[in-house]
T-cell receptor, first 114, second 113 residues
């Protein structure tokens, strides 16, 4: 069965430090991969996506993610975190290009220290 | 302009009541969804409609009934609300061609007391 695991439930980083959020997926075919961010009391905003091609994808707000098929991973990175990046981050895999159904990970809460 | 808009944003109601959440998208997408986020922030798909036709129904209780009057609208009606229905309900939309990137609304916070 398809699944997404975000091993880190909660991460705290200092402002200006680099960030990496981990995501591992289980899916038999070529996955469609997404990262969404949810600020407190807000909806889900798409940060970036991977469908095919270049395995390093750039997103909004200075985020990037790298697809590694051999490791079944799609980790999210940012070189320098800003206080406004504090939020909940969700990794998701699209299990069908036709239905658009997403399987989400359990989310990682990012706290940013001043 | 909000791409996917849903109303109401907050809803507090008593057990046993019937309530509806409305959703509209102005992106011209052909597919709309309802996702549920529980108290542990876990997100799961409930329904998906493509051009007003139901294509995904993820073993949701019959008390939940989606209705799509046209492809720009997908409403969610919930009968006989239970405490366990308290959650955040997200409407979303996508276009089938081009990979189906899903865009979410801002959520409707439902509290059943």
């Amino acid at each position: 069965a398809q699944s997404v695991t975000q091993p880190d439930i909660h991460i705290t980083v200092s402002e200006g430090a680099s960030l990496e959020l981990r995501c591992n997926y289980s899916y038999g075919a070529t996955p469609y991969l997404f990262w969404y961010v949810q600020s407190p009391g807000q909806g889900l905003q798409l940060l970036l996506k991977y469908f095919s091609g270049d395995t390093l994808v750039q997103g909004i707000k200075g985020f990037e993610a790298e697809f590694k098929r051999s490791q079944s991973s799609f980790n999210l990175r940012k070189p320098s975190v800003h206080w406004s990046d504090a939020a909940e981050y969700f990794c998701a895999v699209g299990v069908s290009s036709n239905t658009g159904k997403l399987i989400f990970g359990q989310g990682t809460t990012l706290q940013v220290k001043p | 302009d909000t791409a996917v808009s849903q109303t109401p944003k907050y809803l507090v109601t008593q057990m046993g009541n019937d309530k509806s959440i409305k959703c509209e998208q102005n992106l011209g997408h052909d597919t709309m969804y309802w996702y549920k986020q529980d108290s542990k922030k876990f997100l799961k798909i409930m329904f998906s409609y493509n051009n007003k036709e139901l294509i995904i129904n993820e073993t949701v209780p019959n008390r939940f009934s989606p209705k799509s009057p046209d492809k720009a609208h997908l409403n969610l009606h919930i009968n006989s609300l239970e405490l366990g229905d308290s959650a955040v309900y997200f409407c979303a939309s996508s276009q089938t061609e081009g990979g189906n990137t899903i865009y979410f609304g801002e959520g409707s916070w439902l509290t059943v007391v």
